[in-house]
Structures are given as C-alpha cells and as structure tokens.
C-alpha cells in the first residue's frame, strides 16, 4: 500500500507560482512512476505532467513551458512547481503513483495510487 499527501496549494493572483509537494510512503518510492494530474469543477480529470523512475519527464501542452516535475527519491517525494499561473489553471491537483513502470503514463487509469488532493485557485 502506498500513501500519498499533497501539500502546497492555495490562493495565488494570476502570473504568480506555487510548487506542489506529494509525499510518498513506501521503500520503493524510487522505483514509481509519479504524475500529476488536476481536476476543475464539472470537468473530468486531466492529465497535468509525469516523471518516469529514470526522471524522464512529460507535460500535458496546457503547461508545457510553465510547470516543471521533478523528485527527489532521497526523500519520496516529487514536486511540481507553477509558474506563470493562469485562471485555467484552477483545479484540485492530484498526486499519483505507478508502481509498475518503465517510463510513465499520461492516463489516469493507468496509476496505481492516489492522494487526496490540494485545491489551487489562481485569481484574475
């Protein structure tokens, strides 16, 4: 089983930045896939960006250029930092583990774990 709690959401004026946390519990953290993915009120859950084991990164083009995914294994846990944040981007963002993974996956259905979930609204 592996646990997953996002952290660093909030309110932030459009242009501005927030950095995402999703702490991982587990001893093989090193070994997942790791995504993120956001939702927004009566939209279905979409794809925002993924990082393979081997750190080989994806983004959805929504963000491409303004966000960026990384990990730090030492730590179990991967972060995504916002920059350049527009109203669109207003979601609940969630954290997701694929435990078994060569690279990475851009479909929800296709990860393993999930954590609850951090509310990002960027106003205009």
């Known amino acids: 089983q592996v646990q997953l709690v996002e952290s660093g959401g909030g309110l932030v004026q459009a242009g501005g930045s927030l950095r995402l946390s999703c702490a991982a519990s587990g001893r093989t953290f090193s070994n997942y896939a790791m995504g993120w993915f956001r939702q927004a009120p009566g939209k279905e859950r979409e794809f925002v960006a993924a990082?393979?084991?081997?750190?080989?990164?994806g983004y959805a083009d929504s963000v491409k250029g303004r966000f960026t995914i990384s990990r730090d294994n030492a730590k179990n846990t991967v972060y995504l930092q916002m920059n350049s944040l527009k109203p669109e981007d207003t979601a609940v963002y969630y954290c997701?583990?694929?435990?078994?993974?060569?690279?990475?996956?851009?479909?929800?259905?296709?990860?393993?774990?999930w954590g609850q979930g951090t509310q990002v609204t960027v106003s205009s």
């Open positions: 990082i393979s084991r081997r750190h080989s990164a």
């Open positions: 997701a583990a694929q435990v078994i993974a060569l690279g990475y996956g851009s479909e929800a259905y296709e990860y393993d774990y």
